[in-house]
């Protein structure tokens, strides 16, 4: 049973877009905020977007700036990855953890949800 469940993932081609969810569990609900990081096969998790639980401060990578938007419903207790202008290095697996984890030490990250962007 994981914490985060991301969901929204899919095979998609450049230029479109996909909206990611991460559902928090009782147990995460005192996250102060939440993080997007992705994974390509072979490479380390990278920081994509940071939203704190208030919604007033967002973080993105300049890699997704001005593509991605991050936020947070608080009824549904759901983050939220909007992605836009998908290109073909966003492809990877996405998953939702703390902003402030140490991606080499992380451990929790659970399944993720796969994102293709192919032609």
């Known amino acids: 049973q994981l914490q985060l469940a991301e969901s929204g993932g899919g095979l998609v081609q450049p230029g479109e877009s996909l909206r990611l969810s991460c559902a928090k569990s009782?147990?995460?609900?005192?996250?102060?905020?939440i993080g997007w990081f992705r994974q390509a096969p072979g490479k380390e998790h990278e920081g994509v977007s940071c939203?704190?639980?208030?919604?007033?401060?967002?973080w993105y990578a300049d890699s997704v700036k001005g593509r991605f938007t991050v936020s947070y419903d608080n009824a549904k207790n759901t983050a939220y990855l909007q992605m836009n202008s998908l290109t073909h290095e966003d492809t990877g697996v996405y998953f939702c953890?703390?902003?402030?984890?140490?991606?080499?030490?992380?451990?929790?990250w659970g399944q993720g949800t796969q994102v293709t962007v192919s032609s």
């Open positions: 009782e147990f995460t609900l005192n996250y102060y905020t």
């Open positions: 939203i704190s639980q208030s919604q007033g401060s967002t």
């Open positions: 953890a703390p902003c402030g984890v140490n991606v080499k030490e992380y451990h929790d």
